[in-house]
């Protein structure tokens, strides 16, 4: 495994709830990226970070923020956790370079009821 | 905006038939694209990309720029080979932008 531990791995959470994800890496890669994945639709980008406080919105930000105040930690956060949020979550980081393939996280298992 | 499209969701044929799966990519500039696999209860993993031009577990995949396709090949399929496969596609500009397809599931029968 590549140095990439996800936190919790598997969450139950209220309707209306803030709710936290950590993304930790331990080995410097420059990017990281936060997926949900669904039946039907595969993975989907939420958000990616190509360093230090430098993010940007995937295809399906809303409702999602983010927050990379060091190298090895990436933060999802669901400012108020709705139903649609029940999903699978896995990150994923990367070196630089487009050929430098991806390594994921377990996975975290959030259900919002 | 760069999109991929897997067409498939589920697709099954038996141990030692040929497999095909499906990727079609819209991007505006020069794409890197990937196959990943995820067997049941592991992470996601890397198959191939086709910068490498490699061949792994059997598998191929040539990228076609005229009809913007990635298709992942393996000419006798075994059981080991049923998972869940993702074609992905990285933005060749700065921030490197990573997505996926919708994943195709498939299913080698015995």
């Given at each position: ?113 | ?53 490699e061949s792994?577990?059997?598998?191929t995949a ?21 998972a869940m ?26």
């Amino acid at each position: 495994d590549a140095g990439i531990t996800q936190s919790p791995r598997h969450k139950v959470t209220e309707t209306g709830t803030p709710v936290t994800l950590r993304c930790h890496q331990t080995e410097n890669h420059r990017y990281m990226y936060w997926y949900r994945q669904d039946p039907g639709h595969g993975l989907r980008l939420i958000h990616y970070s190509y360093g230090v406080k430098d993010t940007d919105k995937g295809e399906v930000s809303d409702g999602y923020s983010v927050s990379r105040s060091k190298t090895e930690d990436f933060l999802l956060t669901l400012e108020s956790a709705t139903s649609s949020q029940t999903s699978v979550y896995f990150c994923a980081i990367s070196l630089q370079g487009l050929k430098a393939e991806a390594f994921f996280g377990q996975g975290t298992r959030l259900t919002v009821v | 905006a760069q999109r991929v499209t897997q067409p498939e969701k589920l697709l099954s044929v038996f141990k030692g038939a040929p497999v095909e799966l499906k990727c079609n990519y819209s991007y505006s500039g020069s794409p890197e694209l990937f196959w990943y696999v995820q067997y049941s209860r592991q992470r996601l993993q890397l198959l191939l990309r086709h910068i490498s031009r490699e061949s792994i577990k059997g598998f191929t995949a040539d990228l076609n720029k005229g009809e913007t396709s990635f298709h992942l090949k393996k000419p006798f399929a075994q059981e080991e080979d049923s998972a869940m496969y993702y074609c992905a596609l990285k933005d060749s500009q700065g921030a490197q932008k990573l997505v996926f397809g919708q994943g195709t599931r498939l299913t080698i029968n015995p």
